[in-house]
């Protein structure tokens, strides 16, 4: 699936809206956004290539444990819950923001949607409460880092790591550092079972990446984002409504972070505070690793799926192998920082 490329330049803005830019609003030319869709394409030509080479060592090195069908599938349930929270990273670091909470966030919200009384409400009614109970919790702490962000004119760093903190406390509060068993048998059986053989959490995670790439390249919410991203003066300008769209793009990353938390409960069976430690680092890495630029402006979905896959096959790797988790960090480290540098060269170019 191919990806059109958008940058923030004033050349992405509606046309009848172009003329509110001041002299000097346009900081690139306007031949860019067509060299962005060829970089596009070469980056995730590059990923695939990079996936593809990862899957040949993990058969050399590994053999048929790695190559069987039931370690694809641990791959990708593994991968999934990175997967959707991406997604929404994705949105964030497009317009230019950073969100150091969602792996709290994402404990607190399992916590919340296991808790006795969240539990006993379910049983007695239907199991929905406890989903609607974890995009609640993700998408108000969302809602909260945009507010702070776009009217509080917190800087997104400190924003979301002061979210950080208190959702993790919050969660440790709230379970006593206990955790918390799913008793709701309906619930597992739903988000345990399989759908022509896969997983049910994969699936959930094939179609918030598809309704992303569909968001974000296909309609004005998607627009608005990589323009705020690219320029927001020349956003506000051209009518955006700068704040209001920073909140909800903070909104939209809380509630993937509480659709992630659903699909951690059913795979651990349990809520839990620690749930999503160190999460935050792997999801904006395999953003990064995608291809979306960490100083806004532009964004990849497809990008992101596939650093999400490099990243899981990579662990997945290593595990066979047995290898040691400071070999994992060392390797993942060094993949970020030779994303980056693409990054970089392909910006100075533009």
């Not at 988000?191 to 959930?204: D, E, K, T």
């Not at 598809?210 to 390249?217: F, R, Y």
């Not at 705020?228 to 809380?254: D, F, W």
């Not at 630029?293 to 997945?316: K, W």
């Amino acid at each position: 699936m191919s990806e059109p490329q958008t940058t923030g330049s004033a050349a992405a803005l509606p046309p009848s809206n172009r003329d509110l830019l001041p002299a000097g609003a346009e900081t690139k030319p306007a031949a860019a956004p067509a060299r962005w869709r060829g970089i596009g394409l070469g980056h995730n030509l590059g990923l695939v290539i990079a996936l593809a080479l990862l899957v040949a060592i993990g058969v050399a090195t590994a053999g048929e444990r790695f190559a069987s069908l039931d370690n694809l599938m641990t791959i990708l349930r593994l991968a999934a819950v990175t997967g959707v929270v991406s997604v929404g990273m994705t949105f964030v670091i497009t317009s230019g923001g950073i969100d150091l909470s969602v792996g709290s966030v994402l404990g607190l919200a399992s916590v919340w949607a296991t808790t006795v009384a969240t539990q006993t409400m379910a049983a007695n009614t239907h199991w929905v409460v406890m989903v609607f109970t974890a995009l609640a919790v993700g998408a108000v702490a969302g809602l909260i880092n945009g507010v702070l962000v776009a009217y509080g004119k917190v800087v997104a760093f400190i924003a979301t790591l002061a979210m950080m903190i208190a959702a993790r406390g919050l969660a440790e509060m709230i379970a006593q550092k206990r955790t918390q068993v799913v008793t709701v048998r309906p619930f597992l059986d739903f988000f345990q079972a399989r759908v022509l053989g896969i997983p049910m959490i994969v699936w959930i995670f094939v179609v918030v990446a598809v309704a992303g790439w569909v968001v974000l390249n296909r309609t004005t919410f998607g627009r608005r984002t990589v323009a705020v991203g690219g320029n927001p003066e020349a956003a506000r300008l051209a009518g955006i409504k700068v704040q209001r769209h920073t909140m909800y793009i903070y909104a939209l990353a809380g509630l993937t972070v509480g659709i992630g938390s659903v699909m951690m409960v059913a795979r651990t069976t349990s809520g839990s505070s620690t749930h999503g430690q160190l999460l935050e680092l792997d999801v904006i890495a395999a953003v990064v690793v995608g291809g979306t630029l960490l100083i806004g402006g532009r964004g990849t979905i497809v990008g992101t799926v596939l650093g999400v896959l490099i990243l899981a096959t990579l662990t997945n790797i290593f595990t066979q192998n047995n290898l040691s988790m400071s070999a994992q960090s060392v390797a993942k480290g060094a993949i970020i920082v030779a994303a980056v540098l693409l990054q970089q060269r392909f910006s100075r170019r533009t």
